[in-house]
């Protein structure tokens, strides 16, 4: 694998989120209905971000959740010998609540049909709205997503690297080329 080119730098992604969280503002009217969920692991720290632009906007904690969808993927039996399974961390009722699920890639949608499920599993919200930092395409659902930091067309041979300085040390998103030489 190599790297064809860096596409956003720390400064790019702060500027997304910045953008987003007043977009998600916006169309839902104000903060006073909405839950934030990170899908483990990049999305996590990417709504942990959120959550603190959101606060910083409106002077309110938003309640904030940690989702892991590894048990309901479909494919984890297949892919995964020994899948690493971490908890979800969801301390309030969504029933009735308007969720922003958010995720650092959307690829094919198999993950957030997943959380879905997972979400369906816990409560009735009354909306799940999805925050994707880069939406590569390629879906293989019909999912799309509702905020949308960049849209990145990739072909087959490539990928999305998503770097968070939480765990990677830099905020970047890179694109990947994965075919052999």
């Known amino acids: 694998m190599k790297i064809k080119s860096k596409i956003v730098d720390s400064t790019g992604m702060n500027r997304i989120i910045t953008r987003i969280a007043h977009e998600i503002l916006e169309r839902n ?3 006073h209905n909405l839950v934030l969920m990170g899908m483990r692991t990049r999305g996590e720290f990417l709504a942990r971000r959120v959550f603190e632009k959101l606060k910083e906007i409106e002077k309110i904690e938003l309640p ?5 969808v590894t048990l309901y993927r ?5 892919r995964l010998k020994q899948p690493e399974v971490s ?9 009735d609540k308007d969720i922003i699920l958010i995720d650092d890639v959307l690829y094919t949608g198999r ?8 979400i369906m599993d816990l409560g009735r919200p009354t909306t799940i709205q999805l925050f994707v930092l880069v939406d590569r395409g390629h879906r293989e659902l019909p999912i799309r997503a509702d905020y949308v930091g960049k849209n990145i067309p990739t072909s087959i041979d490539e990928e999305i690297k998503v770097k968070m300085s939480e765990i990677d040390g830099e905020d970047a998103i890179y694109l990947i080329d994965t075919k052999e030489e």
């Open 29 to 31: 009217k104000g903060s």
């Open 64 to 68: 904030f959740g940690i989702l892991d």
């Open 74 to 78: 479909d494919d984890f039996r297949v």
């Open 87 to 95: 908890v979800s961390n969801i301390t309030f009722d969504i029933n």
């Open 111 to 118: 993950t957030v049909r997943s959380a879905l499920n997972a």
